[in-house]
């Protein structure tokens, strides 16, 4: 494991513990893995749709809900989600569209604020190697 990987390791723990807060890690393990399972379905359902929709040039997530040729289209999709996929997620119900009330919302964690490691060239020479050479066999 890179230095690099192992501080963004560390950094990505620490963030999960803060998170965490006071929630023991069974429970938050719970609360983790339904969100997991929620975006691997929400993301199922876009592609599925996106898959139905693509002869007509659109998207799944642009349909818009409560107008007569977007209501026409989630029905006909619903149907065909129900009997290929088993579930059916509106536009408004996937994961990306899913917002955190700004009253609960969490300072900036700063998840992508880490050092990039620098890979210039060694600030040691040969004579170095040779001191420590010499160390090792006294």
């Known amino acids: 494991m890179t230095i690099h990987t ?5 950094r990505l723990w620490d963030i ?20 997991i399972f929620y975006k691997y379905l929400s993301e ?3 592609s599925y ?20 040729q977007g209501d026409e289209y989630l029905k006909a999709i619903r149907g065909e ?3 290929k996929l088993g579930y059916f997620l509106k536009p408004s119900e996937l994961f990306g569209e899913f917002k955190v ?9 700063g998840i ?7 890979f210039g060239a060694p600030d040691f020479d040969a004579d170095d190697l040779r001191e420590n050479d010499e ?3 006294d």
Do not use: V, W
């Open 6 to 10: 192992a501080n963004l390791h560390a």
């Open 16 to 35: 999960a513990n803060t998170l965490r807060g006071k929630m023991g890690a069974d429970e938050f393990r719970d609360y983790i893995l339904g969100f």
């Open 44 to 46: 199922k359902m876009n």
């Open 49 to 68: 749709a996106d898959e139905l929709l693509k002869p007509d040039g659109k998207l799944y997530a642009q349909l818009k809900e409560g107008t007569a």
């Open 81 to 83: 989600a129900l009997d």
């Open 101 to 109: 009330p700004d009253e609960f919302q969490e300072p900036d964690l």
């Open 112 to 118: 992508l604020d880490f050092e990039e490691p620098e």
């Open 135 to 137: 160390k090792e066999k």
